[in-house]
């Protein structure tokens, strides 16, 4: 039983020895006919917000450019790194969780992107670990940096966790490829193939979080058929019906609120996503 609880339900049915019409709930002093009871210097508050928080550590420089990704130039294209893509992902969930049936369409394209990426390192790893182990009595261990980098983590949807994820299994996939070239058993395209085939679809599923824009719009227009409705047609193409009735949802979605404000995110998300990859 909840300590805490036992304790406020004791105290609500406390009477005050100095009144008798009076009672304290929760801390508070109150009398029959008060609107709004004075709080005590003892008040019982409830606890905050929970958020959860991790950290990761990277031993490979293919990994570690993945966390923070890279700004495209005039020389180099862009790479949506981990950082960037959870901040992306924040904005979709939210629209999703507005209701907007573009929102929840990207949610379940990016989900199966992050499954089939999940999918291809499981198996390249395989390959790898049954080459490791093919060395009769020669037993490999898998190399590790001499210095690691340990980064936080913390992140408001699932999806980000749920990339970190990712990008640790490929960091753990690139190390044993380069334990396997340094002993002979993998070389030139072979090993470039491997770090490339699973980099590639990591990569990929992380740049689908970007450029996605709000229709604007929620079910409830395309049920109506409204001029809204019509117009995000024109502009994204039609939803499938199985997703515009909320058959067809991501595993990992949000409950569908279409009271949350769906507003594009402001500078202030842009600087936390700086402050975080300094």
């Not at 001029?227 to 949802?249: N, P, Q, T, W």
């Not at 990992?252 to 594009?264: A, E, F, H, L, T």
Request: proline share 4%; net charge neutral; charged share 30%.
């Amino acid at each position: 039983e909840d300590v805490m609880g036992s304790e406020v339900a004791q105290k609500s049915k406390q009477k005050d020895s100095s009144d008798p019409n009076a009672w304290f709930f929760g801390g508070v002093e109150k009398k029959p006919g008060d609107a709004n009871p004075k709080k005590q210097p003892g008040e019982i508050r409830s606890p905050g917000g929970i958020k959860t928080q991790a950290e990761i550590v990277i031993h490979s420089r293919l990994a570690h450019s993945c966390f923070y990704g890279r700004k495209r130039t005039s020389e180099k294209y862009g790479i949506t790194g981990l950082l960037q893509f959870s901040h992306n992902m924040r904005y979709i969930w939210d629209m999703a969780a507005a209701d907007d049936p573009y929102a929840d369409a990207k949610l379940l394209e990016i989900e199966k992107a992050l499954d089939d990426a999940f999918e291809i390192i499981a198996r390249d790893t395989k390959y790898v670990d049954t080459l490791l182990g093919g060395m009769g009595s020669i037993s490999i261990t898998s190399d590790e940096s001499d210095s690691p980098i340990k980064l936080p983590l913390s992140f408001r949807t699932p999806y980000g966790f749920m990339a970190a994820r990712l990008l640790a299994d490929f960091d753990s996939l690139i190390m044993k490829i380069i334990s396997a070239s340094h002993v002979g058993l993998l070389w030139g395209d072979d090993r470039h193939k491997l770090e490339n085939n699973s980099g590639k679809k990591l990569r990929n599923a992380f740049a689908m979080s970007a450029f996605f824009k709000a229709s604007g719009t929620t079910r409830d227009d395309f049920a109506a058929n409204n001029a809204r409705a019509r117009e995000a047609i024109e502009r994204f193409g039609k939803v499938d019906e199985d997703i515009l009735s909320g058959k067809h949802r991501a595993k990992v979605s949000p409950k569908v609120s279409n009271q949350i404000v769906r507003d594009q995110f402001d500078q202030k998300h842009s600087d936390e996503i700086k402050e975080g990859a300094e």
